[in-house]
């Protein structure tokens, strides 16, 4: 009986003692640490993906508090939660629109393959023999670099063989985009739909013979588009995301298929049509228009 | 002199050829939990070399000056689950404030330690080999270092393992555990090693 006792007791005492301790050790060692940052916290996504560069989500949102970093750092938290944090940070809500990742090649099977590689499945890696298996040294190698950096499985590699973002599930966090070797992934804003889907930047030649779908220059989009969002850069075309209404002109001009969506040969030649009869017509306006000024002036 | 060849057996002992994870399969759930990257595998070993130190040099003197003069020695168990939770507690609070470097590098992992039955078991083990206070001390240290050699040559296999060839259905745990009981394998090859 005394055994138990005992027991008790002395467990008893020796738990309150360490409470006791620790108690006292919780006031001593407090650190003073704002409650902001934990309000923060709860408003990041907490995948601890590192795609804002900071360690983790509590380095994210200590660096918020301080005003080290945007209130919008954390990409996968989306617009609310960002305003939510802005709110808690007492400032105005950052406007702009959800933006996702966007692979700019769309070659995968139709790039020229220089020679056939077997070594490990990783874009990296493969980059580094003889600076890849592909022809263009712009192009997606398909190994899955991405996918496998990708926290949210947005990423996946396409029927094509070159990998594609589901915008649905993208979070634009950045980690593909660190993970890719040849820089092709960027952000684009996620309610446009008509992307440039080549990065190659080699003169119209070079580019033409090393993939079926790449950017040539050939500038055809530039002159078709109506509202100047199309610009051949550096021997690539690029859109000016500001100014694009999204009306697919450039991808019915295209003669390389290198913007997305794709026009199918058929909304080509009827696009094509339409042109041709718009042509003659212009040209028969014209011609009436002179015939016209001829009479007159006699 | 024969104390030091007592400190340098247990030192062997306790990281090679009684090593916690592969020859006494303690604190396994770390050990595969965290030891997927070398980088946070460095920092668990280190926590729980930290710990397990430091935990049985307490736990040795809770038991020897409160447990043994009640004749509790039968509350070891239940005593030590509360000695070493208070304590990872307190470690956690004294390295936030005196040293934020220390508590950011091991922060993640010293909670975890809490459940980690390595360092329960060297607290028991101590006092199953009546080891003093000194013996205690360096088997709990050492046995740490035999944590930190295991689940840091784990995770740098497991880094390899991404670039090996197996079957697909093998991916992720699978391999790890067959990694581990290979690995549990090799090191029995020190189950023969004597000092003197």
Known sequence: ??????????????????????????????????????????????????????????????????????????????????????????????????????????????????????????????????????????????????????????????????????????????????????????????????????????????????????????????????????????????????????????????????????????????????????????????????????ASAQ | MDQIFELLAITLGAILANNFIFSQFLGICPFLGVSKKVDTAVGMGIAVTFVMGLASAITWAVNQFILVPFDLGYMQTVAFILVIAALVQFIEMFLQKSMPSLYTALGVYLPLITTNCAVLGVALLNMQNNYNFIESVVYGITGGLGFLLAIVLFASIRERLVFADYPKNWEGFPIALVTAGLMALAFMGFSGLKIW
């Open chain 1, 1 to 294: 009986m005394m055994n138990v006792i005992y027991a008790i007791l002395v467990l008893g005492i020796l738990g309150a003692v360490f409470g006791l301790v620790l108690a006292v050790a919780s006031k001593i060692f407090e650190v003073k640490k704002d409650p902001r940052e934990e309000a923060v916290l709860s408003h990041l996504a907490g995948a601890n993906c590192g795609g804002c560069g900071f360690p983790g989500c509590a380095g994210c949102a200590a660096a918020i508090v301080a005003g080290d970093a945007p209130v919008n750092a954390c990409a996968p938290a989306g617009a609310e939660n960002a305003a939510a944090i802005a709110e808690i940070m007492g400032q105005a809500a950052p406007t702009g629109e959800r933006q996702v990742a966007f692979v700019r090649c769309n070659g995968g099977v139709n790039a020229k393959k220089r020679f056939e590689y077997r070594g490990v499945q990783d874009c990296i890696s493969a980059t580094k023999v003889a600076a890849g298996p592909l022809d263009c040294a712009f192009g997606c190698l398909g190994f899955g670099s991405c996918v496998n950096a990708c926290q949210f499985g947005a990423m996946s590699i396409g029927p094509n063989g070159s990998a594609v973002v589901d915008p649905d599930k993208c979070t634009n966090c950045g980690a593909c985009m660190t993970a890719c070797p040849r820089h092709l992934i960027t952000s684009v804003p996620a309610s446009k739909k008509v992307h440039v889907a080549c990065a190659n930047q080699d003169k119209g030649k070079a580019a033409m013979s090393v993939c079926a779908n790449s950017c040539i220059g050939c500038g055809l989009c530039q002159k078709e588009c109506k509202k100047d969002a199309i610009h051949v850069v550096n021997g690539v075309a690029v859109i000016d995301y500001e100014k694009c209404v999204g009306c697919k002109l450039c991808t019915k001009v295209c003669p390389r298929d290198a913007i997305l969506p794709a026009a199918t040969a058929e909304e080509k030649e009827k696009y094509k049509a339409i042109k041709k009869a718009q042509a003659e017509k212009a040209a028969a306006a014209k011609k009436a228009a002179e015939e016209a000024a001829a």
